[in-house]
């Protein structure tokens, strides 16, 4: 077979390569006169910027390179990347002489070299990053993406041992997945100490912390997914500890859910949160995570409390509206579908949620490229060409398992008694496009049914052959495996995968996963995973720099049709409803052993309940798991449409006018918001002049003078920082004016609260926008901290959502007009505390407790700070000003 390059990497696909993927002089010193090298342009902690340049010369330590874009850049050799690889087809060459080495004779080894060649040549198969980065150059850096640590034993040592495993896998590039809930809960009692447990959630924190200091061979951190199970009574803690700024800032979460969680949401159940006993004998060698296991040896299990599972829902939804996280994994049915349910089971998912794992569980990971599968002359997909492609790629990752090098005796144990492989697609969207298909259309679920059933069916029938040749992984026992849902499915429709099965036996227990692919996919140019393109153009934020992006099927097409719109089947993931990512992945998900890594795009303003009616949408049409990404509801966005980058007159202009507005934003604000409040059709590329012009229009002709007298309501809202009273005064029958009253004079609570008044009268006031109310309570709507009060319509999250709350109820009770005379102090409770409707869903406060006014706690920054014994206390954290 014929092999030749037919695609050349620059700009950040060139970059991406030479950084994380060819193989790396170990020595930067080595650099001569002449070499391509990554030189570090910004040596920031989080987002450093590397350029690919060459060097020009040479003194001492120090060299001076040349980017790609003509600039001259001083560096020590030691700040170099300097890679013994400059093009693909040397990596290529790499790959496929390292997996075909396993390969018991010379013969075989020489066939499937070229075999494997052939699939690697044009990034037909693109493998996986710790593949392509390990093969062949390293017996030290792991060849798997993913792996599942046992859930920890609940002692110190236990935590420390699996601290330790974990460390070891991502120096080596491993992602790593952990399940806390073998851990016991906050303020259980720890018997060994004389004292109390500071819970699951803490130690998860110690794991995220760890992980933010791990390098993977210099060019990325670490990864790390959390899990905690339905049952467990930290739940709660865990689903809204990302709200609290700076823990567990270097782990994705996801809570496992089971399906009589799900029965209990939908029929509006209780939900029991428990533990087993740890006084149990032998609880510290039998523990390991399992309920279920604990329940049917007859143990004993300790209620903690009974909640509603709708509210629990609730918070799950919103914590993932406010931030995309946490993920919901439906764990009890990826257990149902699992191939190794008899076996096996799966406990926790890799950081990117596509491969279930069970303890010690490990999947190696590569990507058809389906883009180069377009049969241009019969506007047809390349059947023959995807499944030679297929079947070549199920071996490639089979000796991926021979191949790659086993720190841990558990790891190898496991994965030679599986041979779990996880074969992936990149590049759908693109072919789409190709093939004038719209995503998400009921055409293109037909078209991903039988797309994602032929390549399934293609790579089953691919395994049972090796399993011929080979042996099949010793777990097998075929009526067993047959009998899992998977496989139910798969004999349906394609009758002869089980004759295959049951003739020749099959080769691994998985085959098939979805993952991302965002960096292997930017680099070799097509669209990552399964999804849709983000946007035609658009700006990538990553650990190389802060880079502008274009598509090129679609610039192609306006090349060629200059002045015309992009057809309908141009779509991107921002296009699509949520509910057209679901059901797209969930046509996929039928077909796929594993699981899949697939994001429902929203826009900014789709709410808590539409997010409820996501999840629940995926969970009827039998996804594995589901997570939402909300357009801006995240502070750093590695993809985004608008460049917010500060640059020079660009960012200095959207300054000016956010500080002649009087914005409430933050950052760099949104063309939608700057129209907002100054009633501007501009964009960030105003110029200076423009932008001082309109500055002054804003101030001397959009503020409104308060008059002398303004009537309004005043409203009494309980919120986790006491009752707050919000009074609202109209201007000509529109909110202008807010006042907040929040604690005890002279406490930081208060404090706060009357600045946010200010801020928020300040905003009210200026411009003659009629939509700046509603925009100020959607920004305000929602925001979170350490506590909640509350529960459905009546929930409150904080302060400002208080407000946002109060000027949703002014509005909706109709503005008063300043010449009518309205009380000064109507007054709305939301809660009222002589009702006992009162209840506070945090950690350290009881359902039905009264909220007393607290303070910050300098320590924890928790409203938790208290008058003890005249001395103020944390009831969080135990700091005292005292002492």
Known sequence: MK???????????????????????????????????????????????????????????????????????????????????????????????????????PELQAEWAEKFRYILDDWKLVPGGRIAAGAGASDELTLFNCYVIPSPKDSRGGIMETLSEMTEIMARGGGVGINLSSLRPRRAVVKGVNGSSSGAVSWGGLFSYTTGLIEQGGSRRGALMLMINDWHPDLLDFITVKQTMGQVTNANLSVCVSNDFMKAVKEDLDWDLVFPDTTEENYNEIWDGDLDKWKAAGRKVVHFRTVKARDVWHTIMESAWKS???????????????????????????????????GWGVCNLSAMNLSKFYDEENHDVAWDELATTTRYSVRFLDNVINKTPYHFEENEKNQKNERRVGLGTMGLAELMIKLKIRYGSPESLVFLDKLYGFIAKEAYLASADIAEEKGSFPAFEADKYLQSGFMKVMTEVYPEVEEAVRE?????????????????????????????????????????????????????????????????????????????????????????????????????????????????????????????????????????????????????????????????????????????????????????????????????????????????????????????????????????????????????????????????????????????????????????????????????????????????????????????????????????????SASVVDSHSHAGAAVTSRDLCPSCGSASLINIEGCKTCSNCGYSKCS
């Open 3 to 105: 092999t030749v390059q037919k695609q050349t990497l620059e700009g950040l696909s060139e970059k991406i390569f030479l950084d994380r993927y060819a193989w790396k002089d170990a020595d930067p010193s080595h650099a001569k006169v002449g070499d391509v090298v990554l030189v570090l342009t910004k040596d920031d902690p989080k987002f450093p910027t590397k350029e690919v340049g060459e060097i020009v010369a040479r003194e001492g330590r120090t060299v001076t390179v040349k980017t790609r874009k003509g600039e001259l850049v001083e560096s020590d050799v030691e700040k170099l990347t300097l890679n013994i690889e400059k093009t693909p087809e040397e990596m290529w060459d790499r790959l496929a002489g390292a997996m075909a080495s396993v390969e018991e004779t």
């Open 324 to 358: 995309a996280e946490p993920g919901v994994v439906f764990m009890e049915y990826y257990n149902q579908m699992s191939n190794s349910w008899y076996f096996n089971p799966i406990i926790c998912t890799n950081p990117c949620g596509e491969q279930g794992l069970p």
């Open 504 to 836: 020749k036996g099959v080769r691994n227990v998985t085959i098939i996963t979805q993952a991302p692919t965002g960096s292997t996919g930017t680099m070799v140019g097509t669209s990552t995973g399964i999804e849709p393109y983000f946007a035609f153009k658009y700006y990538r934020q990553s650990r190389l720099g802060f880079d502008e992006q274009f598509v090129p099927i679609a610039q192609d097409w306006m090349d060629a049709h200059p002045g015309e719109k992009l057809p309908d089947y141009f779509i991107t993931a921002m296009d699509l409803s949520a509910e057209d990512h679901i059901r797209a992945q969930a046509a996929i998900q039928r077909w796929v052993d594993s699981s899949i890594s697939k994001t429902a795009n929203c826009p900014s303003d789709f709410t808590v309940e539409d997010t409820k009616r996501l999840y629940e949408l995926a969970f009827d049409l039998g996804c594995k798991g589901v997570t939402i990404y909300r357009d801006g509801s995240r502070d750093v966005q590695v993809l985004q449409t608008e460049k917010k980058e500060d640059k020079g007159e660009a960012k200095e202009s959207a300054d000016a006018v956010d500080e002649a507005a009087g914005s409430v934003a933050g950052d760099a604000a949104s063309e939608e918001e700057l129209e907002t409040l100054n009633g501007l059709n501009q964009n960030l590329a105003v110029s200076e002049e423009t932008v001082e012009t309109q500055s002054k229009q804003v101030v001397d002709k959009q503020y409104k003078k308060r008059p002398q007298v303004l009537h309004g309501a005043t409203y009494k809202i309980n919120t986790p920082f006491g009752m707050a009273y919000i009074t609202i005064n109209d201007l000509n029958g529109i909110p202008s004016e807010i006042f907040l009253n929040v604690g005890k004079a002279g406490s930081d609570v208060f404090a706060m609260a009357e600045a946010l008044g200010r801020v928020c009268s300040l905003f009210l006031r200026y411009g003659d926008h009629g939509q700046k109310v509603e925009l100020l309570i959607k920004h305000l709507k929602g925001i979170g901290g350490s506590g909640a009060i509350g529960f459905g319509p009546n929930r409150v999250e904080s302060i400002a959502d208080a407000v946002a709350k109060a000027l949703e109820t002014h509005v909706q009770n109709g503005p008063y007009d300043d010449h009518d005379p309205a009380p000064v102090a109507a007054t709305l409770a939301y809660h009222e505390d002589h009702h006992g």
